[in-house]
Each structure stands twice: as C-alpha cells, then as structure tokens.
C-alpha cells in the first residue's frame, strides 16, 4: 500500500499534514480510559499555554468541524436576551450571523467590504448606537480573502463597553501569535485541522473561565453544550460527554509536539509567510495578482483576482495543477472573481517553487 499523498493540498484545512502526525492514528483508543483522558488533559493544557493565556483561561475539544465549535460557543454564550454585533468583512462573519439567527437570537451585521479591515471607531458606534448589544463577535483571519483583521484594538474597546467578545481564530491560531493574556478576548475558537496542522474531526475553545462558568444553563443544544462539555472535561479529567475522535486527537498530540520542534508559532508563522512571499512573486510572473493590498494579506491563503480574459478557465487551472501534484482552492469573494491558493500545513517554500513552475507550465487560458 503506498500512504504517500498523491497530491499537495493548498487549501485552508483540511491541509497536508506530515507523515508522523497520520502515522499517531495507527492504533485505537478507549474514549473513556484514563490512557486517553491524559492526552485530552496534555492537549488542553497545551493550547492554553499556546495562546499565552493565564490560568483564568481554560481550553474546551468539541467534536465536529470548526463551525460547530462556533455554534456551540454561541449556544453556550447567547441567550433569547442576547444581541450579537457581528464584525463581518467575509463569509465567516456571515455564516456567524446566519448561525444566531436560526437560534432565534437577535445579531447585527456590521459589514465592511472584503479588502478592508473593520475600524475601532465604526464598531465603538455601532455599539454606542444599541445598548441591546451584549456580544461582539469577529473573525481574525478571514479566509474568505486571507485578510487578517485587527482584532486586539476592537476587542479592547468592547471589553471596556463591557461586551462579551467572541473571536473566530479558525484559520490564524497556531499560525500568528495571539496572545490571551490581557485577557480581551471571552472565546476564541479553532480547530484541529488548520493552522496546529492536525486533522480534521474537532474544534476547540479558549475561554476565560469566569465568562464559561456564567454561560451554565444557557445552552438550548445539548450537544453543543459548551459549558456541559467543559464541566465534564473538567470535573473528569479529561473526559469527553460523547463519542470523541479518538484518532484525530491523538494525532492532534503529535501535530502540537511538531509545532513545538518547529520553533514554536513564530517559527510556524516564518515559514507560512515565506510561502506567501514566494508565491506572490512566482504568480506575479505570470500575471497574478492578489486581491488584496499586501499589508491586510495573512499568511495563511492568498485570493489572487482571476486574470481579465475571457479565455481564462479555473477548471482547467485546477485540473492542470491537480496532474501536477497541487490542489487548490476556488474563489469566495463576493466582489470579484478570484482563485485561493493556501501556504498553511506541511507546506515549504520549495513547494510553493514547484508549484509556480507547474503554473507556468500549464497554458490556463
Ligand atoms: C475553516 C474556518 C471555519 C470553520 O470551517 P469548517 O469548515 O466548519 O471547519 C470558520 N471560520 C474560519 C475563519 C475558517 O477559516
């Protein structure tokens, strides 16, 4: 049997993982034996210490993809009393809203359009202007455009206006420095398969514990309790309330010890915006051109504009790289046409050399 990837995946999760992190699933686990539990605690202890956060934060797993984890946070955090200032500039802040709205929870949409950040003085009036406002939630990196939004300052303000402040750091935790400590930020959320370089099968939350402690009873999901998960988690050192993805999470261990033999979040952060930096330029020589200004640009995926020809067909591109050896990732901007290529998981500059040199190999339009 050959376990080599056929191909690369340049898409923002889930993404090329190395060998050694598939290679921990070999074997099965107890979901309630005290051998597995430890791995749970080890992990949670560990993703505190990665967000830099005190011990007045405490770290939850929740089985599911990333945006279940968001759903439990707002589950868990919301109630019909609540209001949710959603700061939106791409489909994640959407997909938040779309989330407390079919929960039958009151949330307001601030948008600002895909290639600009959220400024503080529009979210401070946007709060000022309701004082039905009991939330802000916000995305740090939206993958949608690869655009890493400012979150400390507005976070900063909201928790001075007294909000509850929710962050979906998906697709930048583990992959950009995020530090907890001055403790703005109520729940951040992420998950396993994107930038800790896991795979898929659950999300996590950083909460500050007194927030999580006042969200008991909220929750009108049982299974996306995030309080009740905690509790148990907590109280039982370890345990999960369900079925959890055994597989996942250990490979999860092993993709957490990988960061730390990299050199830690910055190191990881170097090597992504190496391949972001290669990429650009190797694009450039054909003609590609990013979405974005480069200083909103993240080092986790580039939305590059789709070239001005009518002749010019994604699906050949895609096909042509995916013979090459690379998987890409199609367009999500609502402005513009656009294709995404994704620089996180075990990728390195030289593949990101390969893959220009397959770009200008394959005539796509
Ligand atoms: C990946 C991602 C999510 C979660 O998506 P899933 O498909 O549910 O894993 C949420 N927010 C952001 C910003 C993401 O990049």
């Avoid at 007294?162 to 935790?173: E, H, Q, R, T």
């Avoid at 369900?242 to 033999?261: G, I, N, Y």
């Avoid at 990299?262 to 650009?280: D, I, K, P, S």
Wanted: glycine share 8%.
């Amino acid at each position: 049997m050959n376990l080599d990837n056929p191909y690369l995946l340049l898409t923002p999760g889930p993404l090329s993982t190395t060998q050694t992190v598939r290679q921990a699933m070999l074997r099965d686990w107890c979901t309630w034996d005290t051998d597995y539990n430890e791995i749970v605690q080890k992990i949670r202890a560990g993703l505190v210490a990665l967000g830099n956060a005190s011990q007045a934060y405490t770290a939850v797993l929740m089985q599911g993809s990333g945006s279940f984890s968001v759903e439990a946070v707002l589950w868990t955090a919301l109630t019909p009393e609540s209001h949710l200032l959603i700061v939106s500039n791409g489909a994640y802040g959407q997909r938040m809203a779309k989330m407390a709205g079919m929960m039958g929870v009151k949330s307001t949409l601030l948008h600002f359009p895909e290639n600009e950040r959220a400024t503080v003085e529009a979210v401070q009036k946007a709060i000022a202007s309701n004082n039905e406002i009991t939330h802000v939630g916000m995305v740090h990196c939206e993958t949608t455009t690869g655009i890493l939004n400012d979150y400390l300052p507005i976070a900063r303000m909201a928790k001075s206006m007294g909000k509850v402040v929710i962050l979906d750091a998906m697709s930048s935790f583990g992959g950009i420095p995020i530090d907890l400590s001055d403790g703005n930020v109520d729940f951040l959320i992420s998950s396993a398969n994107k930038c800790i370089q896991g795979v898929p099968g659950f999300g996590f939350v950083l909460a500050k514990r007194a927030a999580l402690e006042s969200c008991k009873g909220n929750s009108r999901s049982h299974s996306l309790d995030l309080y009740d998960q905690w509790h148990s988690m907590e109280t039982q050192s370890g345990k999960w309330r369900f079925t959890s993805p055994t597989h996942t999470v250990r490979a999860f261990l092993q993709a957490m010890h990988e960061l730390e033999e990299e050199g830690g979040v910055v190191a990881r952060n170097n090597r992504y915006r190496n391949n972001h930096r290669v990429l650009v330029e190797g694009m450039s020589q054909v003609g590609l051109k990013p979405f974005l200004a480069s200083d909103l640009q993240s080092p986790i995926i580039t939305a590059f504009l789709e070239p001005d020809s009518d002749l010019f067909n994604f699906k050949k591109l895609y096909d042509g790289l995916k013979q090459e050896g690379f998987v890409i990732y199609p367009g999500k901007v609502s402005q513009a046409p656009t294709f995404r290529i994704g620089h996180i998981g075990n990728v390195f500059p030289e593949d990101i050399e390969r893959l220009c040199a397959a770009v200008r190999k394959i005539k796509f339009w």
